[in-house]
């Protein structure tokens, strides 16, 4: 069984068991898990469901390895460059993401 989640403007497929790194959202230093209420598709074989827009009355829950500042994390810096040739112009700038990491714990339809 697996299920496809949204959170924060992105999509994940998730199962039950997996570590998945979600972006960073507002969440309390002293929880240990979330849970994910926008549910687009839940996939069991024949007994697939398919959200309009989301499945009605399922949940995704994940927890913390400990707590969530403990889970959060970045990703190694990224680099980029405008470059305007002839105008004797350039910009460097860099780029870090805010990640979560949490392990599936439950699917629920």
Do not use: C, W
């Not at 898990?33 to 926008?38: A, C, I, L, N, S």
């Not at 499945?55 to 470059?83: C, E, L, N, R, S």
């Amino acid at each position: 069984m697996f299920a496809v989640i949204e959170q924060g403007g992105r999509q994940y497929k998730v199962a039950q068991g997996d570590v998945v790194d979600i972006e960073l959202t507002n969440v309390a230093d002293d929880a240990t898990g979330m849970e994910f209420d926008k549910v687009l598709f839940i996939g069991n074989g024949a007994e697939s469901k398919i959200g309009a827009p989301y499945v009605a009355g399922a949940k995704v829950t994940g927890k913390f390895a400990t707590t969530a500042a403990a889970a959060k994390f970045k990703t190694p810096k990224i680099y980029g460059m405008y470059y305007r040739p002839n105008k004797n112009s350039k910009r460097k700038y860099g780029h870090r993401q805010n990640l979560i990491r949490l392990t599936i714990d439950s699917i629920q339809s």
